[in-house]
């Protein structure tokens, strides 16, 4: 049997990673009494730990919230997660989460056991961070609980919002979840006046409250709200969309395309599609050839006409910069005759 002290560590441990425990789960588990169990319980509240406790055979433990945070029992591997996403959060797009990291991080480093501290001090010393530091489209973690707050609890969301063309309105919706990239978040959400699904980048959103009534959950827009997200903003939010055939693995293209630049879907063992959106034909063809890959154009046909344009285009600027001796401006046609800008055939003609 277990020392009170190691055994109230271990009942802890328990409450904080599952759900509800029954009374003669945590007595097999602990190897002691039911009533060894309660005593325990009874020693976890005294020490400001919130434990709740249902009766009845569908009863059981819960650990619970309570006026002030208790001590976190962590094991290794959490601890050493935890200070290194402490380092890591100022480059996350939330503004302000730096100096509360390093205070956070701080007070855990403190309590580290040694041979943790130095697991976490050889990462702190020996990693050079490449963040991409909060901009101006940083969100308020003040923000993010709110928005949050109001998907957990099922209750109507009212705040003015600043679309992507600067256009200001007031907006009602049912908050579904949120859904971060590596410098956004978006919040998922029905937009009650317009009867449809809709994304919002929640640094453009301004509460205002009072917020509410609660509502009953509507089925998702997708499974993954992930993709969801990722398409509609790389995607759908641009008047012109392609799918193109990338000659890679879908493994590969991940590396470069990130989820607001494209939705990737493997193919084959060697090729992927992607599917991306852009103000104009033109500029998907620059977008889609930045990625560095070779592709194939699979839809719109247009995009085919736009890639030889652009080709020719190319390629007159090639044997413009080929041909030195050339006046500045001066175009060759196909068969390598001069052209002055403006004029229908050679640059002679009047």
């Known amino acids: 049997m277990l020392e009170t002290s190691a055994r109230l560590l271990r009942l802890l441990s328990l409450l904080q990673a599952h759900r509800e425990w029954s009374g003669p789960e945590l007595s097999e588990r602990l190897g002691v009494s039911a009533r060894t169990v309660r ?12 434990v709740h406790a249902s009766p009845g055979t569908g009863g059981g433990y819960q650990l619970g919230v309570g006026a002030e945070l208790p001590p976190l029992l962590l094991d290794d591997d959490e601890a050493v997660a935890v200070a290194v996403g402490l380092r890591t959060a100022a480059g996350q797009g939330i503004a302000g989460i730096g100096e509360t ?8 480093e403190q309590v580290l056991p040694h041979r943790l501290r130095r697991r976490v001090g050889a990462l702190n010393a020996y990693t050079v961070p490449m963040l991409r530091g909060a901009g101006a489209d940083a969100v308020d ?3 993010l609980s709110e928005v949050a707050a109001a998907c957990r609890d099922a209750e109507r969301l009212r705040f003015a919002y600043v679309g992507h063309d600067g256009e200001p309105s007031r907006r009602t919706v049912e908050p579904l979840r949120l859904v971060c990239s590596e410098r956004r978040w978006y919040l998922v959400a ?3 006046e317009r009867d449809d699904w809709r994304t ?5 959103i301004t509460p205002t409250p009072p ?6 959950p509507r089925t998702p827009p997708a499974d993954d709200l992930a993709a969801y997200v990722s398409r509609g903003v790389s995607t759908r939010a641009y008047a012109t969309e392609a799918v193109v055939r990338l000659l890679v693995p879908v493994d590969e293209a991940r590396q ?3 989820p607001t630049a494209g939705t990737l879907e493997a193919e084959s063992a060697r090729t992927c599609l992607l599917r991306t959106g852009a103000a104009s034909l033109d500029v998907m063809v620059w977008h889609i050839a930045s990625t560095g890959f070779e592709f194939e154009v699979v839809e719109p046909a247009a995009l085919t ?3 030889s344009s652009v080709r020719d285009r190319l390629d007159r600027a090639l044997r413009r910069s080929s041909a030195p001796g050339d006046a500045p401006g001066t175009l060759r046609t196909p068969d390598g005759a001069d052209r002055t800008p403006g004029t229908p055939s050679g640059s002679g003609a009047a």
Request: overall charge positive.
């Open 190 to 192: 029905w937009d009650v």
């Open 200 to 204: 919002f980048r929640v640094d453009r």
């Open 39 to 50: 005593r325990d319980v009874d020693r976890l509240r005294e020490l400001g730990y919130p």
């Open 305 to 307: 006409d736009t890639l």
């Open 211 to 216: 917020h509410g009534p609660r509502f009953p």
């Open 256 to 258: 470069r395309i990130s």
């Open 141 to 143: 973690p003040g923000l």
């Open 101 to 108: 990291s390093v205070r956070a991080l701080a007070k855990l």
